[in-house]
């Protein structure tokens, strides 16, 4: 089963530093989906990309956080002097962009970020 | 812009017992609408969707029905196991976006 995976799991790191994620979708899925999810609150959208295009970005996504899809595959989501605040889960998701699971996205296990 | 309140847990039912997780929505136009599950120490998977009014959803035992009358889309199971304990979000896709908009989620206990 070959479903959406996150590296690295888990990430300790200090304000102020530099921190980069790693997201691999479902290999037929050209939709990538990046949200963050805090204690007790649900996920919260990030932004989406469609192959290479990064088409939708949120208010959330301020400048100190970028994020790649250079081929179309993979993902990558760093954030730049990271914040306490920063401190939460960072979930990726994929989906086909036809057929009938179009409207379903598929999570992969998240990478939990913790500042301090 | 779109939103999703739904009820807050913990839920704490029997085995056996009947559950009601009741969510609304606000949204332009017509969203497709979900639920999600994340089991403990697992990630989030999609338990059951809808993508217009008068859908049934239906997934291992849960039910929701999409009534655009009311705006929701409350989650039903006639007998909760013990293995049900999870938490449970609702959640909309709509407006022409991509995102899906999550509620808080809601904590449920199934004691034996």
């Known amino acids: 089963d070959t479903g959406v995976s996150q590296n690295p799991r888990h990430k300790i790191t200090k304000r102020g530093q530099n921190v980069t994620f790693r997201c691999d979708p479902i290999?037929?899925?050209?939709?990538l989906y990046w949200y963050r999810q805090t204690l007790g609150q649900g996920p919260e959208f990030l932004t989406y990309f469609q192959n290479e295009a990064q088409l939708e970005k949120s208010r959330l996504l301020s400048d100190r956080f970028s994020a790649e899809r250079p081929k179309g595959s993979f993902s990558t989501l760093e954030i730049q002097r990271t914040e306490q605040g920063d401190s939460a889960m960072y979930l990726c998701?994929?989906?086909?962009?036809?057929?009938?699971?179009?409207?379903?996205?598929?999570f992969g296990p998240g990478t939990r970020l913790l500042v301090l | 812009g779109n939103s999703v309140t739904q009820m807050e847990g913990p839920v704490t039912l029997s085995e056996e017992a009947f559950l009601t997780i009741n969510c609304t929505y606000t949204?332009?136009?017509?969203?497709?609408l979900f639920w999600y599950v994340q089991y403990p120490g697992e990630g989030l998977q999609l338990l059951l969707k809808?993508?217009?009014?008068?859908d049934k959803g239906s997934n291992k035992g849960f039910e929701a029905t999409y009534r655009k009358e009311t705006t929701s889309f409350h989650l039903e199971k006639g007998s909760v196991q013990v293995s049900d304990s999870a938490v449970y979000f609702c959640?909309?896709?709509?407006?022409?976006?991509?995102?899906?908009?999550f509620g808080i989620g809601t904590k449920l206990q199934v004691i034996p």
């Open positions: 959640a909309l896709k709509g407006g022409g976006y991509q995102k899906v908009t």
């Open positions: 949204a332009t136009g017509y969203p497709s």
């Open positions: 998701a994929s989906s086909p962009s036809g057929g009938g699971n179009q409207e379903t996205q598929y």
């Open positions: 290999s037929e899925h050209n939709r």
């Open positions: 809808a993508t217009k009014a008068d």
